[in-house]
């Protein structure tokens, strides 16, 4: 079973607006990333939130982190066009190998 | 540029046939990893490799094998035993245990 679990699965939202999705983990973490993927494309990584750390600030992007409820938000300010991808959480457990296990991800549109 | 090259984009393959993706990345990195990706799924990590000569299972490693004789290369192989094998495949890397991966651009692979 995937560790993280986004909310919402989808989302629709008008350019300018911002964008909020949740993600929610099953055990303790080292720390928790956000991925953007363009559809057919890689991945990205946006940002790494580590488990003593509460709120990290990247450009129009804000994470939060929360460990005594085991869930991450991802605010998109000020939404763009440009911003329509999916975007995955992954949590670092801290087994060795530095392996990350991804959520199913959130698909954002971005509506002009 | 720095950064990790995966080919073939696109691969057909007829069933019980073997193929090999190949991922090599010029970024100096000592961790290599294989994902699998089903559609609106999120990423399950197939096999990864912390150094050269030496690589470990992931959660979904049954009819895949790797090797890691350089540094720069990962090549995956999914076998005929691999009874679902059409899926995008992404391979990343890491710089020791730094936690941010690079992915590449993706192979995906249809069994005709």
């Known amino acids: 079973s995937q560790q993280g679990e986004e909310d919402p699965q989808a989302l629709s939202i008008q350019e300018g607006e911002n964008a909020t999705m949740n993600c929610s983990y099953k055990?303790?973490?080292?720390?928790l990333q956000w991925y953007r993927q363009n559809s057919g494309r890689g991945l990205v990584h946006l940002i790494l939130?580590?488990?003593?750390?509460r709120e990290k600030h990247s450009g129009r992007l804000r994470v939060t982190l929360d460990t005594s409820k085991k869930s991450s938000s991802l605010l998109i300010t000020a939404s763009r066009a440009a911003d329509t991808a999916s975007y995955f959480c992954?949590?670092?457990?801290?087994?060795?190998?530095?392996?990350?296990?991804f959520g199913g991800g959130t698909r954002v549109l971005v509506k002009p | 540029d720095g950064g990790i090259t995966q080919s073939p984009k696109y691969l057909f393959r007829k069933e019980g046939q073997n193929v090999t993706l190949s991922c090599e990345q010029n970024?100096?990195?000592?961790?290599m990893y294989w994902y699998r990706q089903d559609p609106g799924q999120g990423l399950r990590l197939i096999y990864y490799?912390?150094?050269?000569?030496?690589?470990q299972k992931g959660d979904i490693a049954e009819g895949y094998s790797v090797s890691r004789e350089k540094k720069e290369s990962f090549p995956l192989t999914v076998t005929s035993a691999q009874k679902n094998p059409t899926a995008f495949y992404l391979c990343?890397?890491?710089?020791?245990?730094?936690?941010?991966?690079?992915f590449g651009e993706g192979s995906r692979l249809t069994v005709l």
């Open positions: 992954a949590t670092d457990a801290g087994a060795a190998g530095n392996k990350l296990t």
């Open positions: 055990t303790s973490i080292n720390n």
């Open positions: 939130i580590r488990s003593n750390e």
């Open positions: 970024l100096n990195h000592d961790a």
């Open positions: 490799s912390q150094i050269v000569n030496d690589f």
């Open positions: 990343a890397s890491a710089r020791g245990n730094t936690g941010e991966l690079f």
